[in-house]
């Protein structure tokens, strides 16, 4: 029974190259789950959606302007609205005229957005067609 310790062989030569067959393994696991998974996140249903455009308000005499403040009280073209059945009846009575005007409603910023709800369900309970959202421009800079 020989054996060898720290003598001067030939078999004790430092390697110094590195092994990259488990870089090279673990990079084609990736590659492939990769592959595995994109088509899985890219799928969705094919719809059109709406384009956003925001266009300079046209004012108009026939247009009605109803204001939200922040506290919820709604004003008509100025003029303060006592409570939603009242504004649904004014709203019923400029329905029916040909054109019929345009809804623009301008709410407070810091308005809840059930103030400005019940003014669009008015809206539509007496059969309005077209409402807009009166905005400030974005600032720029």
Request: proline fraction near 6%.
């Amino acid at each position: 029974m020989a054996m060898n310790i720290g003598g001067g062989g030939d078999d004790d030569e430092v390697v110094s190259a590195i092994n990259t067959t488990p870089l090279v393994d673990v990079m084609l696991v990736l590659l492939i789950i990769f592959l595995i998974t994109i088509p899985v996140v890219t799928q969705s249903i094919n719809v059109k959606l709406p384009s956003e455009a925001n266009l300079p308000r046209q004012t108009k005499p026939e247009n009605i302007e109803i204001a939200v403040n922040k506290d919820g009280d709604v004003f008509w073209n100025l003029q303060l609205v006592a409570d939603n059945n009242a504004l649904v009846d004014k709203l019923k009575k400029v329905s029916v005229l040909d054109p019929q005007p345009e809804v623009h409603i301008r709410g407070d910023q810091e308005s809840r957005y059930e103030s400005i709800g019940r003014v669009v369900f008015a809206c539509q309970r007496a059969g309005i067609l077209k409402i807009s959202f009166v905005t400030e421009p974005a600032s720029k800079g």
